[in-house]
Each structure stands twice: as C-alpha cells, then as structure tokens.
C-alpha cells in the first residue's frame, strides 16, 4: 500500500514524539532539573528537524506530555491536598488552572528552546540528519 | 534579518531560562517549583510513608515504629542509643523543616535564606546572646555521657533522614525558599531549648517600670504594678507553713538607675503565655485514681509547636509531646507518673547599666575598678546582600543588648544596658526530661524536676500509687526587695544577684487536704514566703475558676476534666459586669444603646463565639481601662486586668477622676462614658448592633504557617473562648495541647493540639486536629504496655535495622 506524504509526516511527527518523550522521562528520572524541557527541544531543533513548525510542536508536546505524566503521577497519588494549597498560595484559583499552567510553561519553554535550535541549525547552514 | 531573528529567540530563551530557574522577590523560582519530577508536585500525601524496612549504619540492635490512626509514632526500641536516633529520625521525617527554620531563625541566621528583610531580627537574637547561651550548654551537656549519648544520637537520626532525602523529596518550604538543610548537631538542640527559654522567661518590664518609678514614684508602683494579683489564690495555698528563712541581701541605696531609656517609648505589656494544668487526688475521682490535666497557652503555629510520641525501650516507655528538634517528651505520662506544665512566670532575666570607660567600650565600670569586656564578632549572611559584622559586647553580666536609641530592634530593651538571664548559664534541662520520663513515683519526679533550670515551671504530676501535687522549679535568683524590677546599676555590686533559691525552698504542695493543687500561671505564694519573688503573672481570673470549679466537683471523671478544659465562663467578667451594669442607669442611655445593655444584663459570662455580649463586655473594658489610666499615667503602659477591676470596685479611687477636666469624675461618670464610647466604636466598625458583633466575628483565631503564608495557614476560625477563660482566646496564643490523664489504676489519657503530626502541606496529617481541637473534642491516647504492644491491623510500621544484623 502507498504511503502517501501526509501520512508519513504525521507518522515522523508521532515517532518524534514518542522518542522525545522517553528521552525526557528517561532524563527526568535520572536528573530531575526543570530545564530538560529546554534543553532537550534546544538539540532536537539543532540536530532532528523538518520544519519551524515540525520542531516547535513536536518539542511542546513531548515536554507538556512528560510533565502531564508527572502531574498526574502527583495528583493520583495523594497530591488533591498539596495542588490546591499551592493553587491558592500562587493566586491561581484552583488545581485545574495550576495544572494548566505548569503544563502552559513546559510547552512554551520547550517551544522557545527549539525555535532556538532550529534558528541556530538554519544560521550555520548544517544539514539536518535525515532519518 | 534571520541573525536579528535569531538574536531575538536567543534573548527570549535567556529570559524565560532566568524567569525559570531564578527566584524573584519572595517568590521560588518557578522551574524548580512547578517540575513535576523534583518540585512541590512531590510533596504529596505519599511522603508521610516510610518504608516498612529501613538500613542504617547507626544503629546498635532493630527498632520498630508503628504509627496510629492519627499518625502517631509509637517507637520500639532495645536501648537508649537506638530510641532517640529513632525519634530523630521520625520527627526530621515529619518536621524538618520547621525544627531548620526554628533554629536559623533563634541562631540569628534567617537572612542567609530570606534576605535583608530579617537583618533586625537576626541581629536581635545575636544580640541577647541565645547562640552564646546554646554553646555553653552544650559544652556541659556534652561533659555528661548519657546526655552527649541522647543528644548526639538523636542528631545522627536527623541527618539519616537528611542524608536519605533527594532533591525532590526534601519538604516544601526548601522548595519554596530555594535552600538545602544543614546537618543537625546537639547545638541545635540546645538552640530550641533557649528559645523556649526566651518565649517563656523574656519579659522585659524594666525599661518601662523606671521610668514609671522615676516618673511617679514607689507608690503608683505598688498600687498599679504589682507583681501578684490583689485577687484569687496563689499556688500553694495561703497559710503554708515555710519551715526555713531567706537569706537577707544587702541593698544599695536606690533600687534603681536611670539610663538612656527615656528615649525609648513605653512598650505594650506583652501577652504572656499562660497555661493551666490542675491534679485531683484519687478520694475525689469515680475510679479512685489520681487524675491531671494540662492545656499550655503557647504561639499557635503550623505546623505546630508540639509532636506527638510514644517512646519506649528498656527503662522507659512514656508518651505526651516532644519538640521537634529535641529528645525526650516534654509533656505527658508514663504508666506510673503523668505531669503537665505551666509557666512559673518568675523573673529570671535583669538588666543593668553599664559605665563604658570610652567609646571603645573595651573597659567598663564594675565595684570601683575598670574591667575588660569581652567582645563576640557576629557575621550576619545576607541571601542576596553584603555580610554584615556586629561586634556585640559583653560584661560579666551578659551581652549589651541595645547601644543606642536609634538602633532597630525587634524587642524594647534599655538602651546601654547589660542583660543578665539564667538561660545564659549552662542548664540541664535535657537531664529533667530524661529522669522525667523514667519516674516511678514522687521522689524521682522531684529528683528529675530539680534538674529543670529555665525557663521555671510549675509541675504539676499524679502517680498511680496514689500521690499528686505541683512543685515550683527552676533556678530563681536571690535577690533584695524590689531587686529586678528596674535597671539596675551594672557598676554596684549590691545589684548583683544573691545566689539561687535552693531547690528544697521552691514552693510545692504534695496530697494537700484540699483534695487538688492547681496553678494557671498566678504568683505562686502568698506574703509569708521567706524570698523576694517578682515576675510577669497573670489575672487571677483562670485560677480562681479552676480552683472553684474543682472544689465543688465530685466523683470526677475524665469527661468533666475536658469539659474544663473548654469552660468559657470568665470569672472576671464575672466579677466586674454587674458592677459597670450598676453604674449606668438603664433610662439614661439612647435607644440604640438599649440592646447590647439588655443582653450584657442577661449574659452568664460565657464567651461563646455566637454571642455579641463577650464582645461589648470586652470592649467596655478597654474603654474604661483608658478612661481611668490615661490621664493617670500618660502615655504609660497600661495597668493589668485585675488593677483596673479592682478601681472599678474602689469608687473612691484616686485614680478615678480625670486630672484633664476641672470637673470631678465619678466612676458612675466614667462607666456611663465609656459604655458610650464603647457602642459608638463598635458601631463604627461593624455596622448597627446585631450578629456582626458576635465574638467569634469579632476575635477569630488564626494557626498561621511560620513562613505566614495564607495557604498553609489555617485563618478565621470561630472559637469560643476570651483572654480570661479557662479554654484561652487569646491570638496568637492558645492551647497548644490539651491533655487529660487518669490513673484507674492503668493509664488512660486523651489530648489533642491545634495542628497535625505532619508538617507537610500535602498531607492529610497536616492540620487534621485543627477541626476537633476547635469543637473541643479530646482524642483517646493508644497507649501501648513495653512488653506486648498490640497495633491494629491497620497500622503502618517500620522495621529499622542496622545494616551488620
């Protein structure tokens, strides 16, 4: 069966995010810094890109997905208490915003990170690794 | 333009890296804080459990931790070594932060976390020598091996903990402030104790009372200050047969020197942290046991002052409260013995002026003679800032508090004076606890309690065999008539103070006819006790309440005891309402006055949240306290309670006129005045009479978080209870813990704490008592036999090993 352009792209898309989203567990784990959800989507942009756009979503994705799996991990395990007390204390109203939020600067911290990247990557000319 | 672009995504990820990763203002740097994998998402309720087995190095044999429905540990240990390395461990587990920031904040060194904001209370603390208090009693503790065994394994427990906790899993309050804990040592231990020491012991009237005293002489002194309440019973009771004499110091010829105080402003009296506790004798109880209770009136915090514990290994197995940051339990009961505590109010803290040589202040003048003082370089880091140095200079009295008028300090303290303080002497209070724990029957209870040096209290206990009592301890200075009430002359050796009252000459009752002793913070004896005794106590109104509560009680069960304990009735508004009511004619007042009048008529002196009447009465009070002292003593600390009921039964007082007006006040004239004033200002501030005035609205109780941070505090909460009430209103303090034990003949014991055992905001351990504590219910103790401890299935435990078994 033809594979047809859209759906290869889609499907790169999916596998991208699938390997960035193990790499960023896989780092969260191991080194738990905050700025893996920059510095991860800074080198996909850098080294495995198509696109501004390919770059900027995938990368949002995966690092809004990493910390949603963290997030959850929190709140499924006793952490109604401590959302909404932090949720107050931050002035955010309610859990669910404080969710929101935190998965808002993942995507928009891992968004800038690989703009960056592909800024970079554009500005001296390097050829993309093509998979 | 791509570079311009470029150049523009390269800046906006610098900004959202250092909007991220960097702390702004008070606020945590959000990166860390909101990482789900390392931040405040981690302190969930799953960081109350331990695992079932633990490793340590540490340890000499196993110990098992079992934690009860309220969350209690109860600790199982095979030695001494073991238990308190356990109780470290277990109390860092739950309140680490707070045992941290305590000590920082008592060392002097919350600027290293906050920033220039705390630099004044840093350099206060400094100042009054608490870590110079601290070392010097660790120094001695150290000298003794049991002390230096219960403290230094109790110090590597806390760092286990310390050692075993990651980045993500350290509390929230580090994750909220951006720092790390430090390793405990026994100095920190002793840290708390001396803050303790200061919260209970540090009330500094001598800068205001010799300027009243210079200003209006010895007599306004004794009318309007004196030390005991001219109302109500003292401790032991009155008649007591002291079967010793007092030595007789020399006096100088004045008692007292003015320094350069008159440019510091009179202070407020601080509110002072009362306490009741109260034992009946087994002839009076319906199971013929000895019963006791104890309910402390200390800073009402989150998380709270208090930790809840059962300790047990060969030797000892005692439960009651502990400090986090501290071995042993402070209050509570073992299976043969209970005591509870309330503070003894006895001034232990004196200041004296100093005559500097020069400006160096290198010499000073002492009986005739220059003598060097001694100086202490404190280094004050600064999170964000320069260290700053302060050179606090020493006599032999103590620490020179305060330089100059101009300096900022937290505290109203004499101005070039010296402070002399039993907590800057080494104390033993480790020593106490640890016997206390222990004891058997009365005279190891008075062995222990001999120990206890400062802050004094006043111990109340009950043994299973039968006997109770209360003793007065604590190391009490020596002294002459009137010695320590005002700044005293730092270069007269007649202002020093006389040697201690010996332990055996501190006042105690032991099974006295009565059938109960009690005590709720009043002066301690009557005018026949051979030594001088001066001090900060308080109004008769809690004793006498509990002294006529207990002396028409019979056949008493626990139940009555807790009902006691939330008794709201006030003697004193007793005492003094229907007098004011007396004095104000009825027809006289407007309409609108009429309402609140008519309820106060109908009001039984209960301070119940839902009525409006404690509210008037309170307020009434104030207005006529300031109707009758200000033009008396302008601008002067105001008289206590119990002065001002008091000229409120004298109308012949001369206090009673107002020196401001040609016209002869009466106190019919006074009362009717400041009843007006009183709904006037009320009506003012809360709109026309009706359920806004409603106490509870009026005096609600705030359990604010140490960092006060509204949502980690618990704030708003409508309460009954006053000032003067047995069950105490009094923000910000208020029944720390409120404990009933009986003997019948075991041990059975209830209590509770406005708080939670965790001191983590994710748990639901965190302020689960707050809500009981306020309907003032009482929690049945568990209270396992050493031998057989018998957990519900339900229970949590923990196994900890040393890694060798």
Known sequence: MAVHGNDRADAVIALDIVLLTVIALLSHLLMPYWWWVMLLPLLYGLFFHRSAKHVCWVSASSMMLIWLLGCLNSWLGGGTTIMSRVATALGLGGSLVLFVVTLLVAGIAAMSAAGLGYGIRKAINRPALDR | ?805
């Open chain 2, 1 to 805: 333009m791509k570079r311009f672009n470029l150049l523009i995504l390269f800046l906006l990820n610098i900004a959202i890296f250092i909007l991220l990763n960097y702390r702004h203002g008070l606020m945590p740097a959000p990166g860390p804080f909101i990482n789900p994998y390392a931040g405040f998402w981690l302190n969930n309720a799953t960081q109350d459990d331990l695992p079932e087995v633990l490793e340590f190095e540490d340890l000499q044999d196993s110990v098992i931790v079992f934690w009860d429905e309220r969350y209690v540990p109860h600790i199982f240990a095979k030695n001494d070594h073991d238990l308190y390395f356990a109780q470290g461990y277990v109390t860092a587990h739950d309140r680490l932060w707070q045992m941290d920031m305590q000590c920082r904040a008592i060392a002097g060194r919350l600027s290293e976390i906050i920033g220039p904001s705390t630099i004044a209370s840093d350099r206060f603390h400094r100042r009054v020598g608490l870590t110079w208090a601290a070392e010097r009693t660790v120094s001695e503790m150290m000298k003794d091996p049991r002390t230096r065994l219960v403290l230094e394994a109790y110090a590597d427990g806390v760092n286990a903990f310390i050692a075993s906790l990651s980045p993500g899993h350290l509390p929230l309050e580090y994750k909220l402030l951006s720092f790390k804990p430090e390793a405990w040592t026994p100095l920190h231990t002793a840290l708390l104790m001396k803050f303790m020491a200061w919260n209970l012991t540090a009330f500094i009237d001598e800068p205001d009372f010799t300027l009243i005293r210079a200003r209006y002489g010895p007599q306004v002194m004794r009318d309007v200050y004196p030390a005991a309440s001219p109302f109500g019973d003292p401790i032991v009771p009155r008649g007591t047969n002291w079967e010793f004499r007092a030595p007789y110091p020399d006096r100088p010829d004045s008692e007292y020197v003015m320094p350069d105080i008159m440019a510091v402003a009179p202070a407020s009296a601080r509110s002072h942290e009362g306490s009741n506790n109260w034992v009946v004798a087994g002839s009076r109880t319906v199971t013929g046991g000895p019963m006791l209770a104890n309910d402390p009136h200390l800073p009402l915090t989150m998380p709270s002052i208090w930790y809840e514990i059962q300790l047990t290994a060969p030797g000892v197995n005692v439960y009651g409260v502990s400090l986090p940051g501290a071995p042993t339990v402070i209050i509570g009961f073992n299976d043969s013995l209970a005591w509870g505590m309330t503070n003894c109010g006895t001034d232990v803290m004196d200041w004296y002026a100093v005559k500097f040589q020069d400006e160096t202040r290198a010499h000073y003048g002492f009986d005739g003679a220059w003598r060097p003082t001694e100086k202490r370089i404190e280094k004050i880091r600064v999170r964000g800032g320069a260290t700053i140095t302060d050179t606090v200079v020493f006599t032999h009295h103590g620490p020179v508090v305060r330089s100059t008028a101009s300096e900022r300090l937290p505290v109203n303290v004499p101005v070039g004076a010296a402070m002399r303080w039993t907590a800057h002497e080494p104390t033993h209070e480790l020593n106490a606890m640890y016997d206390l724990n222990r004891a058997r029957n009365y005279e190891e209870f008075l062995a222990a309690v001999a120990q206890y040096e400062c802050p004094g209290q006043n111990i109340a206990f009950a043994c299973a065999n039968g006997d109770y009592g209360i003793v007065i301890t604590g190391k009490i200075p020596v002294r002459w008539k009137n010695q320590g009430r005002y700044v005293g002359d730092g270069s007269n050796p007649r202002f020093e103070w006389h040697g201690w009252i010996p332990f055996a000459h501190l006042p105690r009752v032991k099974n006295p006819a009565r059938g109960f002793v009690s005590s709720a913070n009043q002066f301690p004896v009557d005018e026949h006790y051979p030594y001088y005794l001066n001090g900060s106590y308080v109004s008769h109104a809690r004793s006498t309440r509990i002294n006529e509560e207990l002396a028409g009680m019979s056949g008493i069960t626990p139940e009555m005891f807790m009902a006691m304990q939330n008794d709201v009735v006030s003697v004193h508004a007793r005492k003094v309402l229907p007098l004011l009511l007396g004095l104000v004619e009825r027809t006289a007042l407007p309409m609108e006055e009429m309402p609140p009048y008519e309820d106060l008529g109908k009001w039984t002196y209960d301070y119940r949240a839902d009525l409006c009447a404690p509210t008037v009465f309170e307020r009434w009070f104030q207005e006529l306290a300031r109707a009758i002292w200000c033009d008396d003593l302008p601008g002067m600390r105001m008289p206590v309670t119990d002065i001002t009921a008091r000229v409120v039964g004298e109308p012949n007082s001369p206090y009673v006129d107002n020196r401001e007006t040609s016209y002869r006040e009466t106190l019919r004239d006074l009362a009717f005045q400041s009843y007006h004033a009183t709904i006037t200002a009320l009506t003012s501030e809360r709109g026309p009479y009706g359920p806004s005035w409603q106490w509870g609205k009026v005096a609600p109780v705030s359990i604010d978080h140490l960092l006060r941070i509204p949502a980690l505090s618990r704030t708003g909460i409508v309460k009954n209870g006053g000032a003067t009430t047995l069950n105490v209103n009094e923000p910000p303090l208020g029944p720390s813990w409120r404990m009933v034990v009986a003997f019948e003949p075991e041990v059975r014991a209830w209590g509770i704490y406005p708080g939670g055992q965790s001191g983590n905001p994710g748990s639901c351990h965190y302020d689960d008592m707050i809500d009981g504590w306020v309907a003032g219910d009482m929690m049945p103790l568990v209270f396992f036999n050493a031998s057989s401890p018998r957990p519900s299935r339900a229970w949590r435990y923990t196994v900890m090993t040393g890694r060798t078994q």
